[in-house]
């Protein structure tokens, strides 16, 4: 017994990554659902998922630590912000899109991907050079943004290589 408490962490020190691991179980789990349900009512893949519930994420944070806002309304804000940018992204770009392959209506939800990782690094930029009027930046959200440029830099290397796979139709005889 009393080697059992000397390796292992006591129950307290554990309470915390428990109730960590469960949360953020519970939000991929969500996240996954989330996506499936939207896969199956509308046929297409949204690869801005993550980006569009990030960006609302932002929203909340930002409207508690920087505006003071009562966290339940900023987390109503939260959802208000990432509902409004899907259902403008539908209606803009649905239409044009509804009769497409499913892979293009995937690869077509990648351009509000882009369009967040550019408001990103836009944010960046703000952060860096114009708070204050000397470089004052986040060490964090800049090494992030630099991997996340590197990883997307090398998905689009790896997709707009070509597969050697594709082979023509045959012709008719």
Not at 7 to 23: C, E, H, K, R
Not at 43 to 70: D, E, P, Y
Request: glycine share 12%; with cysteine.
């Amino acid at each position: 017994m009393l080697l059992a408490g000397a390796i292992l962490p006591s129950w307290q020190d554990f309470q915390p990554f428990l109730v960590t691991g469960l949360a953020l179980g519970g939000v991929y789990a969500l996240s996954g659902v989330g996506m499936l349900v939207l896969f199956r009512a509308t046929g297409v893949l949204n690869l801005a998922f993550g980006a569009v519930g990030a960006f609302g994420a932002l929203i909340a944070w930002q409207l508690i630590n920087k505006s003071g806002w009562n966290q339940w309304l900023a987390y109503l804000a939260c959802i208000v912000v990432s509902g409004g940018i899907t259902l403008a992204y539908g209606m803009l770009f649905g239409p044009a899109l509804s009769r497409r392959e499913p892979l293009v209506k995937a690869a077509a939800t990648l351009g509000l991907t882009l369009f967040g990782f550019a408001f990103s690094a836009f944010l960046t930029y703000q952060e860096t050079f114009t708070i204050a009027g000397h470089p004052i930046y986040c060490e964090w959200c800049v090494g992030s943004a630099v991997v996340l440029t590197i990883l997307f830099i090398l998905a689009l290397i790896r997709y707009l290589r070509p597969s050697g796979t594709s082979q023509p139709p045959p012709s008719p005889a």
